[in-house]
């Protein structure tokens, strides 16, 4: 399994449920790594997305405390343990955590990868963070890329492997 995530540069990914940044070079990213994979996510993520609605040609599992949260195109688990077992047989480079915060925080020690976008700035507001991995024991850096600049943004793809599993 593999999370994908953009941080600032103080670990920050959002903002009252919100993005932090607009990045279109790392949403074509997002796009190209997790389609036709399975993404989970949390309830609130998926209010996020363009009319509440399950990101296309991808298999939308959302976690919910709500029993009576239902939404056309996505399966409903009550927890991330439950999220895994509907998952289970999906290949590992198919599955995706994609947020938010509590979602990732759940998860992370079972993924094998985290594909991180790092943004130099740091976000006016924030009060959501993705854990430092540069912190954490277990996660290594496997590859940087070179830098992007995008709408006022520097940024930079970070690849980090988790040792442990």
């Known amino acids: 399994m593999n999370c994908i995530v953009v ?10 449920g919100g993005l932090l940044f607009s990045l279109p070079t790392d949403m074509k990213r997002f796009r190209s790594l ?16 363009p009319g509440g609605k399950p990101l296309p040609k991808r298999r939308n599992i959302v976690i919910s405390r709500n029993s009576e949260f239902q939404r ?13 077992e509907l998952a289970a047989g999906t290949e590992d480079d ?30 006016p507001e924030a009060d959501t ?4 991995l540069d912190k954490l024991p277990g996660w290594e850096v496997e590859r940087v890329s070179e830098d992007v600049e995008e709408n006022g943004c520097t940024y930079r793809f970070v690849d980090y492997v988790n040792t442990k599993l």
């Open 34 to 49: 997790t389609m036709d994979g399975t993404v989970i996510l949390g309830r609130k993520t998926l209010d996020t997305f």
């Open 7 to 16: 941080v600032d540069r103080n670990w920050a990914i959002g903002h009252e």
């Open 72 to 84: 056309e195109g996505v399966e409903v688990v009550a927890t991330p343990q439950a999220a895994l």
């Open 94 to 123: 198919k599955l995706w955590v994609i947020g938010g915060g509590s979602v990732y925080t759940a998860l992370l020690s079972r993924c094998k990868r985290v594909y991180l976008t790092k943004v130099d700035n740091a976000a």
């Open 129 to 132: 963070f993705f854990p430092n």
